[in-house]
């Protein structure tokens, strides 16, 4: 969403807590022509390869890089993000790797809507924001998104990066939810659903400074039953 400010008149938000997730994500993708690595997740890759393909929802899809992977493995993808910038990045990387055609693109506000059918596959893959947004609400309502023997991943920060341009909110949220932590949050029904993996993992990464870093990773698979 683009604001025009007229002479005299200031009608854009001028900080993160006046803004909607919409204007937000669309400031935050506007500051460059890619701000993501362009890669898929790595646990996504790791726990979703050797899997059989189906329909899959790509939950904060942001430049559509694991949507386009799993549309390169044969999933027919729908790709979800409430920044239409984003979205158009997404479709036009898409279209140069020609898998344009297997993967629709959506623009969705997930704290007032929720998607639409059941796939074999629902990730969620760092859906968190600096601004208000209650995630945890989102990936209960995320599970009925799952079809029945399909595929729930949840891939989240369990420690704010160090380097986090928003270090100064960070430092007045509650940390993120753990994988142990997200996993109670979602609130399965055992009878309907089995935990494939639950835990914390640590990856070595480099800072935007180019200093060595280390994060860590709740990540929680699951499989609903029926």
Partial sequence: MTHIEQPG??????SAEEMSGEEFWDRRYSEST????GNPNAALVAMIRDRATGTALDVGCGE???????????????????SQLAL?????????????????WQRLDLTSDSPQGEFNLVSAIFLQS???????????RLCANVAPGGLLLIVG???????SRHAEHDAQRPDP???????AALELDEG??????????????????????????????????H
């Avoid at 008149?9 to 001028?14: I, K, L, Q």
């Avoid at 939810?177 to 996993?183: C, V």
């Fill in 88 to 104: 158009d990045r997404a479709q036009e990387a898409a279209q140069r790797r020609q898998v344009g055609k297997s993967i629709a």
């Fill in 192 to 225: 309907r659903w089995l935990v494939e993996q639950c835990a914390d993992q640590t990856r070595e990464v480099t800072a935007p400074d180019g200093t060595p870093a280390e994060l860590i990773d709740a990540v929680v698979l699951a499989r609903r039953i």
């Fill in 9 to 14: 008149h200031s009608t854009a938000p001028t």
């Fill in 64 to 82: 559509g890089a694991d949507a386009i992977w799993l549309a390169e493995k044969g999933w027919a993808v729908t790709g979800i993000d409430i």
């Fill in 177 to 183: 939810l753990n994988a142990a932590e997200t996993l």
């Fill in 130 to 140: 600096p601004i208000g947004f209650p995630r945890e609400t989102i990936l209960r």
């Fill in 34 to 37: 890619q701000i993501w690595s």
């Fill in 157 to 163: 920060h369990a420690k704010w990066p160090p380097w």
